[in-house]
């Protein structure tokens, strides 16, 4: 039983919901909370002192109000807007997928201070990238078609969230007969929760290639940092896409809203999903 009538936190805008003439719902996530819903009274009217602070992605210090039913955000100051990934189309657009993921894979006041670590962590790197993307364009005019570093960060952290919420994708033993994974053609299956060895093929959905087997390994047991910068070709990019999409789909059961919003901005930008040559050999 919840006996304080406020309480400060830090939070990560998730979502935001028009509620009435002028106020909205805001899902947070917090480091201790979790992630939270809360009410923003006023906040769409021109003069309020709230709405610059919960724009969607913030990461702002709240005052809250403990309500009877939602807590009623009272004060709110921005610590970091990511102005960089918010001028970028498709790093905003990462940035609100990482949001839809949260939203929909986190419980309600459950403590998931280590996701909401990572998707600051994310955040953080989507504006770096976004940043770097822009200077390179304006300096040299050189762009890299494929947005490689965001779509490496969306796969690191689709398998970390999956993991903190307890479904660890199974990239080191075959997730059948738990058998030591060779560097050797293996196969997939969403519904065993990972990669599956050629003894047990009869239980694969799609075969699983040693270069895309590699880079999942690496994105799961590395720091972001440590994350080598590959240069990596388009198909192989896809094939670790949709091996995290069947997993996140086999435990959502449905499709999410920003899936096929990335898809037509990735089109946008490489028509012809035209190949990188490879400069670091897995
Ligand atoms: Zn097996």
């Known amino acids: 039983m919840r006996q304080q009538r406020s309480y400060s936190t830090r939070a990560i805008v998730l979502k935001r919901i028009n509620l009435g003439e002028a106020d909205r719902i805001v899902t947070l996530l917090t480091p201790t909370h979790g992630k939270i819903q809360a009410v923003a009274k006023g906040v769409r009217r021109p003069t309020s002192k709230l709405a610059g602070h919960l724009e969607l992605l913030c990461h702002s ?3 809250l109000a403990v309500g009877r039913d939602l807590d009623i955000v009272t004060q709110a100051e921005n610590r970091e807007c990511f102005l960089d990934l918010k001028a970028s189309q498709w790093h905003m657009t990462c940035g609100f997928y990482l949001a839809e993921l949260v939203d929909r894979f986190l419980e309600e006041h459950t403590q998931h201070s280590r996701v909401y670590f990572l998707m600051l962590e994310m955040l953080r790197a989507l504006d770096g990238d976004a940043a770097l993307s822009q200077q390179k364009e304006a300096v040299d005019g050189t762009r890299d078609p494929l947005h ?18 307890g479904y660890e994708p199974a990239f080191r033993a075959c997730a059948h007969c738990a058998a030591e994974l060779r560097p050797e053609q293996n196969g997939f299956s969403a519904a065993l929760g990972g990669a599956i ?11 699983l290639s040693v270069k895309a087997l590699h880079v999942l390994r ?24 949709r091996v995290m999409y069947d997993l996140l789909r086999f435990h959502l059961e449905r499709d999410l809203k920003t899936w096929s919003f990335l898809e037509m901005l990735r089109l946008e930008r490489n028509p012809h999903g035209s190949a990188l040559p490879s400069t670091q050999n897995l």
């Open 61 to 63: 210090q709240l005052q």
């Open 218 to 241: 690496v994105l799961q047991r590395s720091e972001w940092q440590a994350v080598p910068r590959w240069h990596l070709d388009a198909s192989l990019l896809l094939e670790i896409e």
């Open 148 to 165: 490689t570093v965001s779509q490496l960060l969306l796969r690191y952290f689709e398998i970390h969230l999956l993991s903190q919420v």
């Open 197 to 207: 060895c050629p003894r047990c093929s009869r239980f694969w959905s799609r075969p």
